[in-house]
């Protein structure tokens, strides 16, 4: 009998041991993962503002994100947003009404190298706006700035496409026009819908202006093949046309519909609709939000 206690107690210490060194792991592992996650992020940024080895970001390059949440409470449903506070290296929490108005400028106590954790956001929301009030993250939209002047903003996007989700991010110049657009995710299927990730797709987007991106339409009309060298000019699918080649090219074709991929209309139309609804639901929020700061002389970090 103590022979059976004793093998016992030695397979429960062993167990115990065991399940510490796998939850080390896995907390190690999955820390791990969220780095790479948010490493893969700033280099998706850093890509569409035309960054790169060979030109990296200078070190005054600051990213702000900008974080909404959906802000429920017993009068209402509003938009907060969890945003720097300007010169101050802290953040705040704004609570708006769909009118633009301010509701509530709420100070969080949150560091700045916690804000991109999203319990720790959490956590600095709730403690501000106490337990009668519910909310949840809904989505980010990140202003590159440098030496203070806004460079562009970059806006994740997700939505269905012929398979599973699509997940893209859209670059906005400061005038709302299109900088560039990146598929950062997809299980579209290869040589069909996977081709929506391609120079000669991706970028029929570029250089359109906000109003060419609320009147976005697909065409299965066949893509030019002087348009196409002119979208994969310098993609490293093929060297770059010369400059003056590539501005009569840009004024050519930059008011054309997107051109389908052939045998893929499903997925190139769900791109389409998607940057589409991401640029339009975007600006529309940035707009509010700079409603809500200049009608209360709040300066915005960015």
């Known amino acids: 009998m103590k022979e059976i206690f004793r093998i016992a107690a030695a397979l429960t210490v062993s167990c115990l041991i065991a399940g510490g060194v796998m939850g080390g792991v896995f907390m190690a592992t999955a820390k791990a993962k969220k780095r ?9 940024m850093t890509g569409l503002l035309g960054y790169s080895q060979d030109r990296p970001a200078p070190p005054n390059l600051r990213l702000h994100t900008l974080y909404r949440y959906i802000v429920a409470d017993e009068a209402a449903t509003r938009s907060g947003y969890l945003l720097p506070a300007a010169g101050r290296g802290a953040y705040e929490f704004w609570i708006i009404a769909l009118d633009g108005r301010l509701v509530k400028r709420l100070p969080l106590k949150l560091a700045p190298e916690a804000a991109a954790d999203e319990q720790e956001r959490r956590r600095a929301i709730a ?8 909310f949840q993250e809904a989505d980010a939209i990140t202003v590159a700035a440098l030496d203070g002047k806004r460079l562009a903003y970059l806006l994740p996007g997700k939505f269905p496409g012929y398979k599973t989700a699509i997940h893209l991010m859209v670059a906005l110049n400061p005038d709302f026009s299109v900088q560039g657009v990146e598929i950062t995710a997809h299980e579209e299927d290869p040589g069909l819908g996977g081709e929506i990730e391609k120079a000669y797709f ?101």
């Open 202 to 302: 991706k970028n029929q987007f570029k250089d359109k202006t906000l109003d060419d991106i609320k009147a976005l339409a697909v065409t299965r009309a066949p893509l030019p093949e002087e348009q196409r060298r002119y979208l994969e000019s310098g993609s490293g699918v093929r060297g770059a046309l010369p400059e003056a080649d590539i501005n009569r090219l840009r004024a050519r074709y930059q008011n054309e519909e997107i051109h389908a991929i052939s045998g893929a209309t499903i997925s190139s139309s769900a791109v389409a609709s998607g940057v589409k609804r991401t640029v339009r639901n975007s600006v529309h929020r940035l707009m509010l939000l700079e409603q809500a700061a200049r009608e209360n002389g709040i300066p915005m970090e960015f």
């Open 36 to 44: 790479n996650e948010i490493l893969a992020i700033q280099q998706t």
């Open 127 to 134: 403690a501000a706006l106490g337990h009668r009030t519910s």
